[in-house]
């Protein structure tokens, strides 16, 4: 039976979203040889056990005498003492905390070191530990659920259409987040080419499992995750399951959001609500979903079946004010979803193909208006000094007509103010007679 997504089929999109966020663009960092550095706990986890080992998992072995794990804290600074163990491929470091780290504090790491063909490898991230108990799971899931899902993932610089990422554009995820009262010892997923594969214990949520993969070839994409049936079985003690999760053949790529404010999104104010706009989805219909998070903080859009959800025909999101952290540089996901969802009752199954796109979004507390004063030649040039804040984008315009709209005035000169005043000198007011000027913050 088809149906729109239960509870706890949605908060199963929404960790493995989040998982394909954190892992693969915050904590994962892509070096020299290929090599992928990822971590456990991800990038950004909260709630992490203080006294529980750090894992950094390499996709190819690594010079064990060169390579190394840092963790550090800069508020309050402080570097920290772990015990390091590898295993017997060189390709999983262990670092134990010895003592244990801080409580309710953010640790930030660094590895860095050597491929084994000596190439120079680096990834960074950080996490938050709890209190001290650590986090179990939440204890919340009425039913099992089980998810399947290929993205195709993009980044966008400016107000140009989105680039396909380097690092990791093809991700596939399989996740299983079990009910509250079940364990499991293991979980395969049964690929539709035969492939079988485990998926891993999210030690601070014990009821989540997961299998991410990702490549740069769209070949092997697609023929490694196929679209077909794909089967879930959970092996446990008390009873063994067997589900079957279809990603039908006819469910296509979406295409890659493009945002068409990026320019107002590199200073939002947080004190102000901030409206993110992007391109009408082509072929998106109110059946399919888009989902925005941002990075640093917690919000993100309405996870979708919840008031507030974005479906497939939105073109826009409002940020609240006092949302996000001032001051800050932060990575923004914009993702169009096609999905499909069953149910008995006892369990739900989702399947979705879904496009992602990557963004910078960065906060200031405020922005002052530019204004004009101190009008005055010097030589043969006129110029004027500019009132801003420091370090902001601005934009001086200039046009010959003032009746034009000041769309199409032209500009003379984009720049980031080093200080709080600017000073501008125009060599054309040598050769025009009358010139007319504005400001405005931003290009």
């Not at 080992?53 to 690594?62: D, H, Q, R």
């Not at 244990?100 to 070191?113: N, R």
């Not at 169009?336 to 496009?355: D, E, L, P």
Request: charged share 5%; glycine share 6%; aromatic share 10%.
């Amino acid at each position: 039976m088809n149906r729109q997504p239960s509870h706890s089929v949605l908060r199963l999109l929404q960790l493995d979203h989040l998982l394909r966020l954190s892992m693969l663009f915050a904590a994962l960092e892509s070096v020299h040889g290929q090599v992928i550095v990822t971590s456990n706990p991800v990038n950004g986890a909260t709630g992490i056990t203080p006294s529980a080992p750090v894992t950094f998992t390499f996709s190819g072995p690594v010079r064990t005498d060169t390579t190394a794990a840092t963790f550090y804290s800069l508020s309050p600074p402080g570097v920290y003492t772990v015990i390091s163990a590898w295993n017997a491929t060189s390709n999983l470091l262990t670092c134990t905390p010895s003592p244990a780290f801080p409580s309710s504090m953010t640790l930030d790491w660094i590895v860095s070191g050597q491929d084994a063909a000596g190439n120079p490898l680096n990834a960074m991230g950080s996490f938050t530990t709890g209190s001290g108990s650590g986090n179990t799971g939440s204890g919340t899931n009425a039913i099992t659920t089980f998810v399947v899902g290929k993205v195709v993932a993009y980044d966008q610089y400016s107000n140009a259409p989105p680039s396909l990422d380097p690092t990791a554009p093809y991700v596939f995820s399989g996740t299983t987040s079990l009910a509250s009262n079940r364990s499991a010892t293991s979980i395969t997923l049964t690929l539709p080419t035969g492939s079988v594969s485990n998926l891993i214990d999210n030690f601070t949520a014990r009821e989540d499992w997961f299998l991410v993969y990702f490549t740069t070839n769209a070949a092997t994409f697609d023929a490694t995750f196929p679209q077909g049936d794909y089967t879930f079985f959970v092996s446990a003690t008390a009873s063994n399951q067997t589900v079957l999760d279809p990603l039908p053949a006819s469910m296509n790529q979406p295409p890659a959001p493009h945002v068409t404010n990026y320019t107002a999104a590199q200073s939002v104010i947080v004190s102000q609500p901030f409206t993110l706009y992007w391109d009408p989805w082509a072929g998106g219909a109110s059946t399919d979903y888009i989902y925005v998070t941002a990075a640093n903080s917690d919000w993100q859009s309405p996870p979708p079946g919840t008031p507030g959800a974005l479906n497939g025909l939105a073109t826009s999101v409002t940020i609240p004010a006092n949302t996000l952290p001032a001051n800050t540089n932060s990575m923004l996901f914009v993702g169009f979803y096609h999905a499909i969802w069953s149910t008995n009752g006892n369990w739900a199954a989702g399947a979705y193909r879904a496009t992602t796109t990557r963004m910078n979004l960065t906060t200031v507390t405020a922005v002052s208006r530019p204004t004009l004063a101190n009008p005055l030649w010097s030589g043969d040039a006129f110029g004027f000094d500019v009132n801003t804040s420091p370090s902001q984008t601005l934009t001086i315009i200039s046009s010959t007509n003032c009746g034009l709209p000041l769309a199409q005035w032209s500009p003379v000169l984009t720049t980031n103010s080093p200080g709080s005043r600017i000073h501008f000198s125009d060599p054309r007011s040598t050769t025009n007679k009358a010139l007319f000027y504005g400001a405005r913050n931003g290009t």
